[in-house]
């Protein structure tokens, strides 16, 4: 057999590895303000250039344009820049927690705020939201108690989930926050699932996704695509591209020649392309698929165009596998800041008036982490009884339950 013709694998590359200048040159992102804001009954064969866009709202001197500017009254701009600023102070906080041991892991979700505060405030609290580990910002943004946050991360006698849960697992029903799964993508199918009995029961709430850009290399996205496509179930699938899984790039879960947006064209499924980093862009585009779930028009896909400033968790350290500086660099900048810039050219912020607002949200932070920490950290003696670990689960425990719960003689 000739060997003229022999294979080769494609094994898609980064622009920039650590030690390297950042490289942004291969984007081309449309003007803010340019992208047009079509009726919520738009079909989705109608859409499929927004799949390749960027809805933009915010220019880069804090200025909102065009036709997706939402044309929130100042007092809801400030209370979405309090809560973004309260998750990073929040962030800050339990990262250097886990680093003195107080536990055993955390993830932030530096740069990537708007998206989860933003979408927080435009759903209701009785829909049901789906998140991935790096949506903290939709609890915070509930104004959930972030010592109950706290209480959890550390798995003391206060936590809610009773030290089942890995730290950040948060659940809170009556605040329409499903119980996260470690298990990447395992929420999608759930949301479409829950979303499609709502739909079933003629009921009018909405259900909402989040997962990252790796995640959507798993089956169960596609799965999930499938059912809320068909169905027509109310869901938004949100996929935040933060450009990285732990220490693969974004092309490597198949971002490299189209968008993950581009994968509802693929499904028959209304796509839109966000930047993640633009409060206003993201809060205009979760109305419109909002409002369109709510019409029976079927789910939205949206990418949320953004960039994981910090590591993965705090298992990782980036510096293997990027340019040190390549966060400082991102051409569509930090979400906080430009947020901060057009409540200040609206005339309706100041730059005192932010740091009185840092300042506070550090202080809430503390106070919430001493009254946290009298509950006890990781490793507190007795925090959690061992008979607990059979509760719970089971509204009549199984036989062998009850033989190793008699082992254990607890
Ligand atoms: C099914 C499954 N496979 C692998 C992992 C290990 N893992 C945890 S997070 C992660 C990266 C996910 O990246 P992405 O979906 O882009 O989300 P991000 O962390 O960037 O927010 C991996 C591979 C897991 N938790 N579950």
Same mark, same amino acid.
């Given at each position: 057999?000739?060997?003229?013709?022999?294979?080769?694998?494609?094994?898609?590359?980064?622009?920039?590895?650590?030690?390297?200048?950042?490289?942004?040159?291969?984007?081309?992102?449309?003007?803010?303000?340019?992208?047009?804001?079509?009726?919520?009954?738009?079909?989705?064969?109608?859409?499929?250039?927004? @799949?390749?866009?960027?809805?933009?709202?915010?220019?880069?001197?804090?200025?909102?344009?065009?036709?997706? @500017?939402?044309?929130?009254?100042?007092?809801?701009?400030?209370?979405?820049?309090?809560?973004?600023?309260?998750?990073?102070?929040?962030?800050?906080?339990?990262?250097?927690?886990?680093? &003195?041991?107080?536990?055993?892991?955390?993830?932030?979700?530096?740069?990537?705020?708007?998206?989860?505060?933003?979408?927080?405030?435009?759903?209701?609290?009785?829909?049901?939201?789906?998140?991935?580990?790096?949506? &903290?910002?939709?609890?915070?943004?509930?104004?959930?108690?972030?010592?109950?946050?706290?209480?959890?991360?550390?798995?003391?006698?206060?936590?809610?989930?009773?030290?089942?849960?890995?730290?950040?697992?948060?659940?809170?029903?009556?605040?329409?926050?499903?119980?996260?799964?470690?298990?990447?993508?395992?929420?999608? =199918?759930?949301?479409?699932?829950?979303?499609?009995?709502?739909?079933?029961?003629?009921?009018?709430?909405?259900?909402?996704?989040?997962?990252?850009?790796?995640?959507?290399?798993?089956?169960?996205?596609? @799965?999930?695509?499938?059912?809320?496509?068909?169905?027509?179930?109310?869901?938004?699938?949100?996929?935040?591209?933060?450009?990285?899984?732990?220490?693969?790039?974004?092309?490597?879960?198949?971002?490299?020649?189209?968008?993950?947006?581009?994968?509802?064209?693929?499904?028959?499924?209304?796509?839109?392309?966000?930047?993640?980093?633009?409060?206003?862009?993201?809060?205009?585009?979760?109305?419109?698929?909002?409002?369109?779930?709510?019409?029976?028009?079927?789910?939205? #896909?949206?990418?949320?165009?953004?960039?994981?400033?910090?590591?993965?968790?705090?298992?990782?350290?980036?510096?293997?596998?990027? =340019?040190?500086?390549?966060?400082?660099?991102?051409? #569509?900048?930090?979400?906080?800041?430009?947020?901060? &810039?057009?409540?200040?050219?609206?005339?309706?912020?100041?730059?005192?008036?932010?740091?009185?607002? &840092?300042?506070?949200?550090?202080?809430?932070?503390?106070?919430?982490?001493?009254?946290?920490?009298?509950?006890?950290?990781?490793?507190?003696?007795?925090?959690?009884?061992?008979?607990?670990?059979?509760?719970?689960?089971?509204?009549?425990?199984?036989?062998?339950?009850?033989?190793?719960?008699?082992?254990?003689?607890?």
């Amino acid at each position: 057999m000739s060997r003229k013709n022999a294979l080769d694998l494609h094994i898609p590359a980064p622009n920039a590895r650590p030690g390297d200048k950042p490289d942004f040159s291969g984007w081309t992102f449309p003007e803010p303000g340019d992208t047009p804001r079509p009726d919520i009954d738009v079909s989705p064969s109608e859409l499929r250039d927004y @799949a390749y866009g960027l809805i933009r709202v915010l220019d880069m001197e804090g200025n909102a344009l065009g036709a997706w @500017a939402p044309h929130l009254d100042a007092e809801t701009l400030r209370r979405g820049l309090k809560y973004m600023i309260l998750t990073r102070a929040f962030d800050d906080r339990m990262y250097r927690a886990q680093r &003195q041991g107080k536990t055993s892991f955390y993830m932030q979700s530096f740069g990537e705020e708007a998206i989860s505060v933003a979408q927080s405030m435009v759903l209701s609290p009785e829909d049901m939201c789906f998140p991935s580990y790096r949506q &903290q910002g939709l609890l915070i943004a509930r104004d959930y108690p972030i010592v109950e946050m706290m209480n959890q991360i550390y798995s003391n006698k206060r936590d809610p989930m009773r030290g089942r849960q890995l730290p950040v697992m948060y659940s809170s029903k009556k605040d329409g926050f499903f119980t996260i799964s470690g298990n990447l993508a395992t929420q999608v =199918p759930q949301a479409v699932g829950w979303a499609m009995a709502s739909a079933y029961s003629g009921d009018v709430r909405i259900a909402a996704t989040w997962l990252g850009d790796g995640s959507t290399a798993e089956g169960d996205f596609h @799965a999930a695509m499938t059912f809320a496509a068909v169905y027509r179930a109310p869901v938004i699938i949100n996929v935040v591209n933060n450009q990285y899984a732990i220490s693969s790039f974004q092309g490597i879960a198949g971002g490299e020649n189209t968008t993950f947006a581009a994968r509802g064209v693929g499904y028959g499924m209304a796509p839109l392309r966000v930047d993640g980093n633009d409060f206003l862009a993201v809060y205009a585009v979760t109305q419109w698929a909002a409002e369109r779930a709510r019409a029976n028009l079927g789910p939205t #896909l949206i990418e949320h165009f953004t960039y994981r400033g910090g590591p993965h968790s705090t298992s990782d350290d980036p510096s293997r596998y990027r =340019p040190a500086d390549e966060g400082r660099s991102w051409p #569509l900048g930090d979400p906080l800041e430009r947020l901060k &810039q057009h409540l200040i050219s609206i005339g309706e912020w100041s730059d005192e008036q932010h740091r009185a607002a &840092q300042e506070a949200a550090v202080e809430q932070v503390r106070e919430a982490g001493r009254e946290a920490e009298k509950e006890g950290v990781l490793g507190t003696e007795g925090a959690h009884p061992a008979q607990s670990m059979f509760e719970d689960v089971y509204k009549e425990m199984p036989w062998h339950l009850q033989e190793q719960r008699k082992q254990l003689e607890v």
